[in-house]
């Protein structure tokens, strides 16, 4: 990042939830590497801490505050803390999410009711929370993170597919609902992208398959027009973008960001 890039967020307020690890970890330091002071919201306390403290050594202010997404009023009491703080949101992420996958005769009703609670309806509080705070500013920007299993589905993954099908809908309506506020709505969809749930899903899913993670990983990279999977901080390259002046026009979109997967 050189010259006037650099500070694109200075005086902006983020709140990345799932900040602890992977996407949200990278996209709360991108955030911070160019200005913008961050709340970091995740139940993972002890990584959480850490990745406020990572924030801080940029220069800007952080919080971190543990908040289990599934709870709405720990969401509440989280976004009070910033509000209070800074007096102000200019951008949410939302990050946390988790990856369960099965066959699907096998899906019992507390894991979907876990996956739903978690990677949509966090999702949809994250969001109804920050509305009114961007509302009232008249500005600001919602940044959904979705999956390309939001946009096409493979066998055993329903209950995830589902999920995050169900984040596009939220930010396609709230889109709509909120763009005459100013505030603008977008989903990225990453592809498979080097965290350390991703590696967990490779083992998982390649024990499955008969092969190693290595192998799953290797295989997925084959599937992309690049031949490699992505790094957390490409992920938050284009989220950023979607936060930054350059995109006020864009929104309501969900944004494939996957190396090509969707090609083959």
């Known amino acids: 990042m050189m ?58 202010d952080a919080v971190a505050l543990a908040c289990d997404i599934r709870s709405r009023s720990d969401q509440e009491a989280a976004f009070a803390v910033v509000v209070e703080r800074w007096g102000r949101i200019d951008t949410l992420v939302t990050s946390a999410g988790v990856y369960v996958g099965g066959p699907l005769s096998e899906i019992s009703a507390e894991h979907w009711d876990d996956i739903v609670a978690v990677n949509l309806t966090g999702v949809l509080i994250s969001n109804s929370l920050a509305s009114l705070t961007m509302a009232a500013q008249g500005r600001g920007s919602i940044v959904n993170i979705s999956s390309m299993a939001g ?3 493979w066998p055993e993954s329903a209950e995830y597919s589902a999920t995050k099908s169900g ?21 990225v969809c990453p592809g498979n992208t080097l965290t350390a749930m991703v590696r967990d899903v490779a083992h998982e899913v390649g024990e499955r398959l008969g092969m190693t993670g290595a192998e799953w990983l290797e295989m997925r990279a084959a599937d992309t027009a690049v031949k490699r999977l992505a790094d957390p901080s490409e992920i938050a390259g284009v989220i950023a973008f979607l936060a930054s002046d350059d995109a006020r026009y864009l929104t309501g979109q969900a944004i494939e960001v996957d190396g090509g997967i969707i090609l083959s």
Do not use: W, Y
């Open 151 to 153: 946009k096409t589905s």
């Open 3 to 60: 010259g006037s890039m650099t500070q694109r967020f200075d005086g902006h307020v983020v709140v990345v939830t799932g900040s602890a690890t992977g996407i949200g970890e990278a996209t709360a330091l991108r955030f911070a590497s160019e200005g913008a002071a961050v709340a970091c919201l995740d139940i993972n306390v002890e990584e959480n801490e850490a990745t406020a403290e990572a924030v801080k050594t940029l220069g800007v």
């Open 167 to 187: 984040v596009i809908g939220i930010t396609r309506s709230a889109a709509m609902e909120l763009g005459p506020s100013g505030v603008t709505v977008n989903a």
